[in-house]
């Protein structure tokens, strides 16, 4: 099973609103990601998780707050977005952190905040 | 042939031709490479790496060059089709963080 699979596929938010992103892989992975994508742009790093453990955290602001329950979930909580945040969230995961190793991504969950 | 502008660059191509998508990075230190194709609506779909002890990889109908000398990477598909119609990005890593960065990213169009 090479399948990362993310929840939900879109998802419409207003800026006062407490909402989740989900990501799973049971590839046996280590590491897992987030990215933003904006349109016509490429995918940029938020957070790394190593082992379970915050690695990375690419100065995102507050409002995003990610979790790793365990080494085949990944989490990402949004609270009080803005409209510019408006964008795809990719998760991505791999075998170790290094940066040295492929990437498997999602499909993605489309963020409409409004 | 391709343009460059405010939009994402643009490669045209017929189909059953070779294509080759250019990626400059800027970084010396950075020691592997990456190609990912993405299509519409889609996640990133990894295509072929590539670690900088080596200049030349191949795959499936792709080949990977990397020049160190002049920090380029390109990417060649052979007897391009329809379904490699996508946006492909390069992506290296420096060496010095434990993160992918990605260029800006190249759209293929194939023309029947």
């Known amino acids: 099973d090479t399948e990362v699979t993310q929840t939900p596929k879109h998802l419409v938010m207003g800026m006062t609103n407490k909402k989740s992103l989900k990501c799973e892989q049971h590839?046996?992975?280590?590491?897992m990601y987030w990215y933003k994508q904006k349109a016509k742009k490429p995918p940029e790093l938020m957070f790394v998780?190593?082992?379970?453990?915050?690695?990375i955290n690419e100065s995102v602001p507050s409002r995003f707050s990610p979790e790793c329950p365990n080494s085949s979930l990944l989490n990402l909580h949004l609270h009080a977005l803005q409209p510019e945040d408006s964008a795809l969230y990719l998760c991505?995961?791999?075998?170790?952190?290094?940066?040295?190793?492929?990437?498997?991504f999602g499909p993605g969950t489309r963020l409409t905040v409004t | 042939g391709e343009s460059v502008g405010l939009h994402l660059p643009t490669l045209s191509v017929q189909e059953g031709d070779n294509s080759i998508i250019n990626c400059a990075y800027s970084?010396?230190?950075?020691?592997?490479f990456i190609w990912y194709k993405q299509e519409s609506g889609k996640g990133p779909q990894f295509i072929i790496d590539?670690?900088?002890?080596?200049d030349k990889r191949q795959g499936q109908r792709v080949t990977v060059l990397l020049n160190k000398t002049v920090k380029h990477l390109s990417l060649q598909i052979a007897a391009t089709q329809p379904g490699d119609s996508a946006v492909y990005f390069c992506?290296?890593?420096?060496?010095?963080?434990?993160?992918?960065?990605f260029g800006t990213g190249t759209r293929l169009q194939v023309t029947l």
């Open positions: 970084n010396s230190a950075s020691d592997y």
């Open positions: 590839m046996g992975h280590r590491a």
């Open positions: 590539i670690r900088s002890n080596m």
């Open positions: 998780y190593s082992y379970e453990k915050l690695s």
């Open positions: 992506a290296e890593n420096t060496g010095t963080a434990s993160k992918l960065t």
């Open positions: 991505a995961s791999s075998q170790e952190g290094s940066g040295r190793s492929e990437q498997y």
